[in-house]
């Protein structure tokens, strides 16, 4: 799906399937491996959001995606979803005091990664 080091402009969403996630420096290629191998990383599977990040700022992903099963993603583009919100001042303040908590629990974290960033809940 990608490999770290790669320009980020999209959110995804594990629609079906399986992926693994790793940010180890090696690159799993599997016409390079065996490919009955499992590929190393955290397991990743329906339901779970990845490169958040690239929906706030400018991002390159910090490890490597790749299907461990036949999966569906969807990819939501961080330019038309700027674009769009800015038709709805509503949800785009709302959008705005998300990105600031969104990057706050991001710093917090200290560690940069494609997973999902847990925000605490606002006051």
């Keep these: 799906v990608f490999d770290k080091g790669d320009a980020c402009s999209s959110m995804y969403f594990v629609r079906s399937g399986k992926l693994k996630y790793s940010q180890d420096n090696g ?4 016409d390079a491996n065996d490919p009955d191998s499992d590929p190393p990383g955290d397991l990743v599977s329906k339901g779970a959001v990845i490169s958040e990040a690239a929906l706030w700022l400018e991002w390159v992903n910090c490890g490597q995606l790749v299907a461990a099963s036949g999966c569906s ?12 919100l800015l038709g709805y001042s509503k949800a785009q303040a709302k959008a ?3 990105a600031r ?6 710093k917090e974290r200290g560690l940069l990664t494609d997973l999902p960033t847990v ?3 606002s006051a």
Aim: aromatic share 18%; proline share 7%.
């Design 27 to 30: 690159i799993w290629n599997p």
């Design 73 to 84: 993603l969807l990819a939501l583009d961080a330019h038309r979803f700027s674009e769009v």
């Design 96 to 98: 705005v005091l998300y």
């Design 101 to 106: 908590r969104f990057l706050e629990a991001f």
């Design 119 to 121: 925000l605490k809940p």
